[in-house]
């Protein structure tokens, strides 16, 4: 049974007692306890189910690499599933629950899998549930989803709160073991500025439980030694709890750190989602450990010997009283060597290699400790936990020889460098064959946008498994990261004492030459009941490459992401291929290394604030008013006025009458505003609009369209010239983010050489349009800048004062009426609106709201992105051919709209229509035609875009698409309604009112 020694335990504090619950009963631990500890100390050897065969699953691992000890952490709003003991910190009131069972962990009727697994082999899926038809929907379907999932969906909001944060640095070290310390006492002694990032909640690594001695003193003095040094240092900054999860293109690094995982209902936030910009990334992120293949290598009681040594240094736990270790390595001989020297019993140590010479066997053969070499254990016994096992030799086929009597098995297949961080943004890797493993290679790395590398590899991730290769590993690794800095190294790396170690032999099926019934019972990936077998028939199926296979098998695919299974499948299906193992190669590495909770990456974004709304300055004195709002993108614009005794629709007929008659004024603050600036900034502009923008004077404004790749209209807008390298491009109230994270991706992506910065500068300026006869008046009242036609002429801007505020005055109109548009800073948006209220009462001056401001547009025929446009629309299709450059080679959209389909004449075109009774065509209506489809539905030929009623020109207008377009004035077509009739309507220009343009050229 495993059970806590009385003495030892590095890591723990026995004075401070911990009591925690798994599956209702209560358990004590100490202070310092890995969830999974602490089990072990209470014999809970049963931690769970497995995902398909629903077998007993215990403790394999003691890291964020196991794949079996998954819980339910947690109660009601603190609930979280999948949690891993191996990286849980105990705590006073930790409650746990195993999953995937029912109706209990001890008595899962799921096992009854077990018992049909020669009818569920890897890719079972695939060839049934096929016949009958009908039983997919009636008994299939509502099996395989109630079976599906691992763990409970928490059912209560989230009571924790998260957060992001930002850091900049010029070397990033993510790993705190010897490696990744070393690396960063050396960058931080040259004054590089450091971040240290560390997964567990101690530095070290593996080096104090291994026994290293460095610089003649032992590991954990070393570290302690190295981290007060690193304490002390204002360029270093150090961080427990916080592995790095993701490393991107430029040098950015995502990392999780858990801030009260231990601690919760502190009040301090769970997570903190880090977000860092790195010169240079060291990875020091260790090696895993392999397991072997042997039948019944999932048996409660079977662990990887260097995690089964972790329990027993750092919290004095053993996992039983006899423990057969089994290896092909040298490295395995330290957990025997350390579990005699704590009294407990080895009966035997297994060893597949022929000969066995190095310092750690002679040491522990000095002990008394029986090896058995050329050996495999071919079978373990026992079901819910382990009680012996048989063993053979290694190069047989499974004849059992000998049974010995345990309650543990330590099983050391080798140990595999952590290369995820390396491989997330295209290093790659090496087969080494000396260690059976991939590791990094250093002429291939992540590179930066100069092409040069961007991450280091050191230490155990590099492939320099020992102590003493670490040390020198990392000094050279940190060398080569500072050099790309621009900083020298100062001083020399530690020295460790060395261990010489043997060659491992490797070893991926035990006994090599096993039959299929002992391979059907050799598992690869714990979590999702891949064996060897499955792998073998995946080959013999024709699924030759890695990438099929991990599909078809599922192998890799569980929530540990294959970092048990993978190289000893890879090698299991190079075996079966008949090839060696580089050849077949790995599967793609993707972050986050490890899980991250979908709060942590939402951080604040949550309720109120998941998307807050936006307001504009003036929108206290909207309120005032009684405006009726209205949702634009995350904006709250006023659709309305509405006065006593109005309905909306009153409101808005009044506010377009006045707008034309007198004076209206309206809160455009929405509108985006991106500065684009830079050498680059009119070549980019020319590739981002249909039109020419390097060549709009700095002054004057242009209107201009935004297509996307497929040469969609995606926005338009109108961009002024600031100055030489600078202009200022309008959007649509809803498309500013949009736009300007497009703007990005292509800046960043494709263009990225191009010198060209770009703001979203939107909620800096409030915006208020002047519209009307009236307009200028206002101005001339307020003062202090010369508005006239003669200096400020239609399609320009200008800088001055008005009212004594300072002002940019844009001359545009969307409207048709003379207009100004006037920009000042935001914390005078409400100000500035108050004085053209008072400063304009005389003149008629009366706030309007969007929908008077969109049927004034369609009076004028001006289109609306999102009501003219729906994601298929070219600006061909809306007559906006003159906007499209005949002169450029290039941009985005052009060869898109070269396509047959889009260059079809048959495409419907935008036009007018008016009812031949006066009334107003239904939104979304289409234009009927004649005769039916192949599907029975009736024959379109256009649709309404937009429709309204006009109070200037007393009826009902509207803009739609219709095949053939302006050639089609005079027409009379139907439009269908809601109640199954039409309304006739003819075809006419689009432009229903001042056509040339008098009224706003005034």
Not at 39 to 62: C, E, T, W
Not at 156 to 181: N, P, S
Not at 557 to 586: C, F, H, W, Y
Not at 668 to 687: E, H, Y
Request: with cysteine; proline share 5%; net charge neutral.
């Amino acid at each position: 049974m495993s059970t806590r020694l009385h003495k030892g335990g590095r890591l723990i504090d026995r004075s401070a007692a911990t009591e925690f619950s798994f599956n209702g009963k209560r358990m004590r631990g100490f202070s310092g306890d890995s969830l999974a500890s602490a089990l072990l100390a209470n014999d809970q050897m049963l931690v769970g189910r497995s995902f398909k065969y629903h077998r007993p699953r215990g403790i394999v691992a003691a890291g964020p690499e196991e794949p079996n000890a998954l819980v339910g952490l947690g109660k009601g709003a603190r609930f979280e599933p999948n949690q891993r003991v191996t990286t849980t910190e105990l705590f006073e009131g930790l409650e746990a629950e195993s999953q995937n069972h029912w109706p209990s962990l001890e008595y899962d009727v799921g096992v009854v899998n077990n018992a049909l697994a020669r009818f569920l082999p890897g890719g079972f899926y695939y060839k049934t549930f096929m016949y009958p038809r009908a039983a997919w929907k009636h008994l299939f379907e509502p099996i395989i989803r109630a079976s599906a999932g691992l763990g409970k969906a928490p059912r209560e909001r989230d009571a924790d709160r998260y957060e992001h944060a930002y850091a900049f640095c010029d070397v990033l070290v993510a790993g705190g073991g010897i490696a990744g310390l070393q690396a960063a006492l050396l960058a931080g002694a040259a004054g590089a500025r450091v971040i240290v990032l560390e997964q567990s909640s101690v530095w070290g690594g593996r080096a104090p439980v291994d026994g290293d001695v460095i610089e003649g003193k032992p590991a954990e003095v070393w570290i302690n030694e190295t981290v007060q040094a690193l304490e002390v240092m204002e360029n270093v900054t150090l961080r427990l709890r916080c592995p790095a999860i993701g490393v991107y293109d430029h040098g950015y690094v995502l990392a999780d750190e858990k801030i009260a995982d231990h601690t919760p209902g502190d009040g301090r936030p769970k997570h903190r989602l880090w977000r860092i910009r790195a010169g240079q990334i060291v990875t020091a992120t260790g090696a895993i450990e392999r397991p072997l293949s042997f039948a019944g290598n999932d048996i409660p009681g079977v662990m990887l010997a260097g995690s089964l040594r972790d329990y027993l240094v750092n919290f004095a736990v053993s996992a039983g009283d006899r423990t057969v270790v089994v290896t092909n390595n040298d490295d395995a001989y330290r957990t025997a060597i350390a579990l005699v020297e704590a009294g407990l019993v080895v009966p035997c140590i297994v060893d597949a290699r022929v000969s066995v010479t190095g310092e750690l066997p002679e040491r522990a053969r000095a002990m008394g400790i029986r090896i058995a070499t050329a050996t495999a254990v071919v079978k373990v016994k026992g079901g819910k936990r382990v009680t012996g096992v048989q063993l053979g030799a290694q190069a047989g086929q499974g004849a059992v020889l000998e049974e010995i009597s345990c309650d543990a098995v330590a099983m050391s297949g080798g140990w595999s460098p952590v290369v995820h961080l390396w491989s997330h943004c295209g290093g790659k890797l090496n087969w080494d064959t000396g260690h059976q493993h991939f590791r990094p290679d250093a002429t291939r790395p992540p590179t930066g946008a100069d092409g040069l590398a961007m991450v280091v590899a050191v230490g155990a991730a590099n492939g320099a498994m020992t102590a003493a290769e670490a040390l020198a590993d990392a000094g050279v690794g940190a060398a080569a990261a500072l050099a790309a800095m621009g900083f020298s190294a100062v001083g020399a790396p530690s020295t460790a004492t060395a261990v010489r170690e043997a060659a491992m032999e490797p070893v991926w099926i035990m006994p090599q030459g096993a039959g299929p019934d002992l391979r059907a019972k050799m598992w690869l990936d714990y979590q999702n009941d891949v064996k060897v077998s499955d792998v073998q028939l995946a080959a013999r199926e024709g699924y030759e490459s890695v990438e099929h296979t991990k599909r078809y098998t599922t192998l890799g695919m569980a929530t540990d992401q294959g970092k048990l299974s993978n190289i000893n499948g890879l090698a299991v299906l190079a075996n079966a291929l008949n090839e060696d193992i580089p050849r077949v190669g790995t599967t793609t590495f993707r972050p986050p290394y490890v899980p991250v909770t979908l709060g942590a990456l939402a951080g604040e974004s949550r309720g109120d604030i998941f998307q807050p709304l936006r307001r504009t300055p003036m929108h206290g004195w909207h309120e005032a008013q009684q405006a009726y709002m209205e949702p634009v993108g995350l904006w709250r614009r006023p659709y309305c006025f509405p006065r006593a005794g109005e309905n909306h629709e009153q409101a808005v007929h009044r506010e377009v009458n006045n707008t034309r008659t007198a004076l209206g004024l309206l809160d455009a603050s929405t509108l985006g505003k991106i500065i684009v600036k830079g050498p680059d900034a009119g070549r980019f502009l020319d590739m981002l609009y249909t039109g020419v923008m390097s060549t709009l004077p700095v002054g004057k404004c242009r209107y201009g369209l935004m297509c996307n790749e497929q040469g969609f209209l995606s926005d338009d807008g109108v961009v002024a010239r600031i100055d030489e390298d600078t202009w200022l491009c309008h959007t649509t109230s809803g498309g500013a983010d949009r736009i300007h994270a497009w703007m990005e991706d292509w800046l960043q992506c494709e263009w990225w050489d191009w010198q060209v910065y770009t703001a979203n500068i939107t909620e800096q300026y409030a915006q208020v349009a002047v519209v009307g006869p009236n307009a200028r008046k206002l101005l001339e009242k307020l003062g202090g800048m010369d508005v006239s036609k003669e200096t400020l002429p239609f399609m320009q801007w200008a800088d001055g004062t008005l009212g004594g505020f300072p002002v940019r005055v844009y001359r545009i109109s969307f409207s048709g009426e003379l207009s100004y548009e006037i920009a000042v800073p935001a914390s005078m948006g409400a100000a500035f609106w108050e004085a053209c209220h008072k400063a304009g009462a005389e003149f008629g001056a009366m706030a309007y709201g969007t929908e008077a401001l969109h049927i004034m547009r369609a009076e004028k025929g001006f289109i609306m992105i999102g009501d003219e446009t729906d994601g298929t629309v070219i600006p061909q299709d809306l007559n906006l051919g003159w906007a499209i450059s005949k002169k450029k080679a290039d941009f985005l959209g052009k060869r898109g709209q070269e396509r047959v389909f889009l260059a079809s004449p048959e495409r419907w075109k935008l036009a007018g229509f008016e009812t031949l009774d006066g009334s107003v065509v239904p939104d979304g209506s289409y234009i009927v035609a004649a005769g039916k489809n192949a599907n029975g539905q009736g024959n379109t030929q256009g649709r309404v875009t937009s429709t309204y009623y006009s109070p200037t020109l007393k009826r009902g207008i509207a803009m739609g698409l219709v095949h053939g377009g302006l050639s089609r004035i005079g027409d009379i077509v139907e439009f269908n309604t809601v109640t199954g009739g039409t309304v006739k309507a003819r075809v006419v220009d689009p432009v229903f009112f001042d056509k040339d343009g008098e009224k706003q050229n005034v």
